[in-house]
C-alpha cells in the first residue's frame, strides 16, 4: 500500500533546486535540508524536471515533499518516468509527487493535442502502476481542470490569480489537491518591484496558454502590453512588506487552495539560491 502524501500548507517552487551541475550537489543537498527544518511542506522543482532530480532532495531530508514542477509530457517518456517513480517510491515511500504538464506549443516541437496527449500520458503511468493519487497536472483551463480531478490527485496551477483559484476549487470540489505557484518579491519599493516582475513576466507574455487564462480572468489585452499592467502585475505577484506579502499569501488559501508554491524573484546572478528570502518566508508565515 502507498504512503499517504502531504505537502502542508507551504511550499517553495525553485529553478534552481533542479541543478544539473554534480559539484553543486552538496549545495542543493543542504538548501533542501533546511527548507524542511524551517517548516516547508514541499520543494517544488522548476524547469521541466525529471524524476531523477528530485533523489538528491529526498535522499537529503527525511519528511519533506519533493515535487516536480512540472515535468513536461513532450520531454520524457511515460515508460521511463514510470520506471523511475517506482524505484523512488520503493527506496523513499511517499516522499516524491509527481506534477505534469503539456508546457507550450512554443516550446514543444512535438505539441499536438494536448489534452489528448495528457491523457494517453496517464494512461501509459496508470498501466504501469503509477497511482493517480501521486500525480498532480498543471491545470489553467476547464477542461484540464477537471482532468486533474479524475484522473489524478489535484492540480498545481503555474503563474494564477485567486480568482483563477476560486474557479479551479469550484471545478476540482473539495477532495483534490489544489496548489497554485505565487511570485514572491520581497521589496516594497513599487518604483523597484514592478520592474523586477515586468522582467521576468516577459517570457510568460508570449505563451498563449498564459495569456488566454488571464483574459478569461477579465483582464483586457492592453493589460498584457509594456511588460504587463500594474494591475496584471500586482494580481499574480506578491510584492512589498511582511504583512502585505502573508496577506497576498493568505488570499491564495481563502479563494480554496490547500497548499501555495511560493517562488522567490529576485536579481540573483547565476545559480545562487535566495535562502535569506526563503529564510524570511518562513518566518512571516510563522511556520516554525
Known amino acids: 500500500m502507498m504512503k499517504p502524501i502531504s505537502v502542508g500548507r507551504y511550499g517553495v517552487w525553485s529553478f534552481g533546486l533542479r541543478a544539473e551541475d ?66 523512488l517510491e520503493a527506496a523513499h515511500p511517499g516522499r516524491f509527487l509527481l506534477g505534469l504538464g503539456v508546457s507550450h506549443a512554443k ?79 520581497a521589496e516594497a519599493d513599487p518604483d523597484r518591484a514592478r520592474p523586477l516582475a515586468r522582467a521576468h513576466l516577459a517570457m510568460y507574455l508570449g505563451l498563449p496558454n498564459y495569456t488566454n487564462t488571464f483574459l478569461r480572468l477579465g483582464f483586457t489585452e492592453s493589460d498584457l502590453t509594456g511588460g504587463g499592467s500594474d494591475r496584471l502585475i500586482d494580481a499574480v505577484y506578491a510584492w512589498g512588506s511582511d504583512d502585505r506579502i502573508r496577506a497576498r499569501v493568505e488570499e491564495f488559501h481563502a479563494a480554496g487552495a490547500d497548499h501555495v508554491a511560493l517562488q522567490v524573484i ?19 508565515l510563522e511556520l516554525s
Open 107 to 185: 516550446l514543444a516541437e512535438q505539441y499536438r493535442r494536448p489534452y489528448s496527449a495528457m491523457v494517453d500520458y496517464l494512461d501509459a503511468l496508470g498501466t504501469a502502476g503509477v497511482p493517480a493519487d501521486r500525480l498532480v497536472l498543471a491545470a489553467l483551463g476547464p477542461k484540464m481542470l477537471r482532468l486533474s480531478r479524475d484522473r489524478a490527485a489535484g492540480s498545481h496551477p503555474y503563474l494564477v490569480t485567486p480568482e483563477h483559484t476560486a474557479e479551479a476549487r469550484e471545478t476540482l470540489g473539495e477532495g483534490p489537491l489544489l496548489a497554485p505557484e505565487l511570485k514572491v518579491i
Open 22 to 87: 554534480p559539484a553543486r550537489s552538496g549545495e542543493l543537498a543542504e538548501a533542501a535540508a533546511e527548507l524542511e527544518e524551517l517548516g516547508f511542506g514541499a520543494i517544488w522543482l522548476g524547469g521541466s524536471p525529471g524524476v531523477r532530480h528530485a533523489v538528491p532532495l529526498v535522499e537529503a531530508t527525511t519528511r519533506i515533499t519533493v515535487a516536480t514542477g512540472i515535468q513536461s509530457i513532450w520531454q520524457h517518456e511515460a515508460a521511463d518516468t514510470a520506471v523511475h517513480f517506482a524505484e
Open 266 to 284: 529576485d536579481d540573483r546572478a547565476g545559480d545562487e539560491l535566495p535562502r535569506e528570502a526563503w529564510r524570511r518566508l518562513a518566518g512571516l
